[in-house]
């Protein structure tokens, strides 16, 4: 079985200040790990990825993640914050578990302040 | 390139009656999720279709919803007879590969059960 959580619905930063986002996983196979974006009004639009490899995985609009075995964790970052980042961040596990299903978080909604 | 398409955006009706909402992926896109995103909390996963035939369908609440994948093109999700708690936001996604997990999503359709 597959699971993700997601700790904070909301985080609020200062523009150009750090942003951390948290994403632990539970995950039975070798885990692909996924943050997908939700602006206002738009589908989800991937981020970035991790399937295998390196474990710091860089995305769109300066974001990176961290793949994290022993913490079980996926956390996003992106070292300052922009006006535009504003939006709701979900973290995603999915895996070969003899199929395949993408099982997402709860959501953290970021709020930039100016 | 079109992206994934949604029908209708937003649909409001009455508890006991029927809503169809329609989903057009990506061209050449093989695969289509179904998700479902209930009061701001996680987007859990419906069905997957490749091509016409249903995949997965795990995670498809009960009998009253009936999804469908003619001729391997758009799908539709029907929900009848609709009760309160089916309101929420329902994405389709699509991919063209099954075990990437990178998901191709369009902007949902809100369905409110009064």
């Known amino acids: 079985a597959q699971s993700v959580t997601q700790l904070g619905s909301h985080v609020s930063v200062s523009e150009g200040a750090l942003v951390l986002l948290r994403c632990n996983y539970s995950?039975?196979?070798?885990?692909?790990l996924f943050w997908y974006v939700q602006y206002p009004n738009q589908g989800l639009q991937l981020l970035l990825k991790?399937?295998?490899?390196?474990?710091l995985v860089k995305g769109i609009n300066g974001f990176e993640a961290e793949f994290k075995k022993s913490e079980t964790s996926f956390h996003l970052t992106k070292p300052s914050a922009h006006m535009s980042d504003a939006a709701e961040y979900f973290c995603?596990?999915?895996?070969?578990?003899?199929?395949?299903?993408?099982?997402f978080g709860a959501g953290t909604r970021l709020f930039v302040k100016a | 390139e079109a992206g994934v398409t949604q029908f209708p955006s937003h649909s409001v009706i009455e508890k006991g009656q029927t809503v169809t909402l329609r989903c057009d992926p990506i061209?050449?896109?093989?695969?289509l999720y179904w998700y479902r995103r209930v009061m701001g909390k996680e987007i859990k996963f419906l069905l997957h279709?490749?091509?016409?035939?249903?995949?997965?369908e795990s995670g498809m609440p009960n009998n009253r919803f009936l999804a469908e994948r003619t001729g391997g093109t758009y799908s539709t999700l029907k929900v009848q007879p609709a009760e309160l708690e089916d309101s929420g936001v329902y994405f389709c996604?699509?991919?063209?590969?099954?075990?990437?997990?990178?998901?191709?999503f369009g902007e949902g359709s809100r369905l409110t059960v009064l």
């Open positions: 995950s039975s196979v070798p885990p692909y």
């Open positions: 991790y399937t295998t490899g390196a474990t």
């Open positions: 996604a699509s991919s063209p590969n099954w075990n990437t997990g990178e998901l191709f």
């Open positions: 061209s050449g896109h093989d695969n």
């Open positions: 995603a596990v999915g895996g070969n578990t003899g199929g395949f299903k993408t099982i």
């Open positions: 279709f490749v091509k016409e035939s249903k995949q997965d």
